[in-house]
């Protein structure tokens, strides 16, 4: 298990490479000279999830008529070595009011809010 915080202290550092997948903490620090994409990729990622890079839903270069790439089952086994933990996410439930607004484009069609908790609506996870 890991923390949020536990999480993003380690990877402010620079030291490792770790990155989220499913919630699974995976330290690529080791493999990164070995990823077939190349070692930027687990550079760039560094302290994010990459669930959707690894399933295919996007990729790093769209701007450059990147494809999506959809890992393939031996790629699935292999991060399975690299799972060092699983994210434990810091979470506090609340309802909340809106406690501000303002327009955000210049058709004044879509607006942005800022929300705020309520005191004593808390809810459990």
């Known amino acids: 298990m890991m923390t949020e915080e536990e999480f993003y202290t380690i990877t402010r550092k620079g030291r490792r ?16 000279p070995y990823h077939p994409g190349g070692k930027f990729i687990i550079e760039r990622t560094r302290g994010t999830d990459i669930s959707k890079f690894f399933y295919g839903g996007y990729n790093l270069e769209p701007q450059h008529n990147g494809t999506n790439y959809n890992h393939t089952n031996y790629a699935r086994l292999a991060i ?38 309520i005191e004593g609506t808390r809810l459990s996870p």
């Open 17 to 32: 490479h770790l990155l989220l997948i499913d919630d699974l903490v995976v330290d690529a620090t080791d493999y990164a």
């Open 80 to 117: 399975n070595h690299l799972i060092v933990g699983k994210l434990v996410r810091s979470v506090n439930i609340s309802m909340v009011k809106i406690a501000g607004e303002s327009l955000a484009s210049q058709d004044q069609l879509i607006k942005t809010f800022k929300f705020e908790a």
